[in-house]
């Protein structure tokens, strides 16, 4: 699969505002306009196909145009987060990451080469496929964190299929798929990234009450914060249509609690994992913790009370762990699950 369709989309768009950032709007045709000026950059500075390239930023428009530009140029992608707390030397050097882009917070661009340049298989199977590759970290809690290597081109095919794109910000983080998966969400149906780098609830609050936000993805820990600063009293929220949460499990308190406060907005739980993505999923009511997964391009399945998936999107494999995956191709997710009806 080709990534091209991004292009063909955006030129679709040229006219709409594609990001709003520090509250100034670049368009479609500005979005590309940048695309076109970092493949200039990549290639002054010798990034091939195939390189392994670790791009750190946020949601900025240099750092979303220097993703894309990394995509068209078939490098292996390895996205962190500026602010990060983990230690990107560490990371660095497992992911054996040959060229660190960092996007500062003012949107300035610096390129440093490294050392590392160690042949994996996995790598050697992207760059045989001549695909764009992603190397994501899971969040290293219990460990060293794992480094879960993609076929980029599979993730990002479900992006082909138009969907309604509601006004969003863009709440999780740069180095997380579920931010990531909201921004290529957001771009292929040619709507606007807001992005902010204040995620305290004061500020997204304003953030929604000053652009008519309509879709809110967060995690619980944040709703929670959101509850007990009640900052949502200072604002007009009437514009949310959505909160959608994931990334840790929900107590249900928080959730009666978000019920209570935002009556007329739906609650929807999602789910995603960095071997997979981030699956479609409906819950069953706002306030319940029942909810359905699955969709196109994705099966599941339930083994000793485990919950399996296989898609065509499952990870490659880990660059530091054993496979996850079973001899017929099925991920063990390792959540154990009840299931409820068929």
């Known amino acids: 699969m080709s990534s091209n369709f991004f292009l063909e989309k955006f030129r679709s768009f040229q006219d709409y505002d594609a990001i709003l950032w520090r509250k100034e709007k670049f368009t479609y045709s500005q979005l590309i306009q940048k695309i076109n000026n970092q493949k200039d950059l990549l290639s002054e500075n010798r990034i091939i196909e195939g390189s392994i390239v670790s791009l750190v930023g946020d949601f900025t428009p240099n750092s979303i145009a220097m993703m894309f530009a990394l995509i068209f140029k078939k490098a292996i992608i390895v996205p962190l987060n500026n602010s990060s707390t983990k230690n990107l030397t560490e990371l660095y050097k497992l992911a054996q990451v040959q060229h660190i882009i960092k996007i500062c917070n003012d949107d300035s661009i610096s390129i440093k080469k490294t050392d590392y340049n160690k042949s994996n298989k996995l790598y050697d199977k992207i760059i045989f496929s001549n695909q764009p590759g992603l190397v994501l970290f899971s969040s290293g809690t219990s460990g060293e964190p794992k480094a879960a290597v993609h076929d980029f081109s599979k993730l990002l095919k479900k992006f082909e299929k138009k969907r309604k794109a509601l006004r969003t910000l863009n709440f999780l983080l740069f180095d997380h798929w579920g931010g990531l998966n909201t921004m290529f969400h957001i771009l292929s149906n040619g709507g606007i990234v807001i992005t902010t780098k204040d995620r305290s609830p004061e500020k997204v609050c304003k953030l929604i009450q000053e652009n008519k936000i309509e879709l809110l993805p967060a995690s619980?820990?944040?709703?929670?914060?959101?509850?007990?600063s009640q900052s949502y009293k200072n604002y007009?929220?009437?514009?949310?249509?959505?909160?959608?949460?994931?990334?840790?499990?929900?107590?249900?308190?928080?959730?009666?609690?978000?019920?209570?406060?935002?009556?007329?907005?739906?609650?929807?739980?999602?789910?995603?994992?960095?071997?997979?993505?981030?699956?479609?999923?409906?819950?069953?009511?706002?306030?319940?913790?029942?909810?359905?997964?699955?969709?196109?391009?994705?099966?599941?399945?339930?083994?000793?009370?485990?919950?399996?998936?296989?898609?065509?999107?499952?990870?490659?494999?880990?660059?530091?762990?054993?496979?996850?995956?079973?001899?017929?191709?099925?991920?063990?997710?390792?959540?154990k699950v009840i299931q409820k009806g068929e």
């Open 220 to 228: 619980p820990t944040f709703l929670n914060l959101l509850i007990i």
């Open 236 to 335: 007009d929220l009437s514009s949310l249509m959505i909160i959608s949460y994931g990334t840790e499990p929900m107590p249900k308190t928080t959730l009666n609690k978000m019920q209570k406060i935002f009556p007329k907005v739906k609650l929807l739980q999602t789910y995603g994992l960095i071997e997979l993505g981030v699956m479609r999923s409906s819950s069953e009511s706002n306030n319940s913790l029942w909810f359905k997964i699955g969709g196109e391009g994705y099966k599941t399945r339930i083994r000793d009370g485990i919950l399996e998936i296989k898609s065509e999107s499952t990870i490659l494999g880990y660059l530091n762990a054993k496979t996850p995956l079973t001899n017929d191709g099925w991920f063990i997710t390792g959540d």
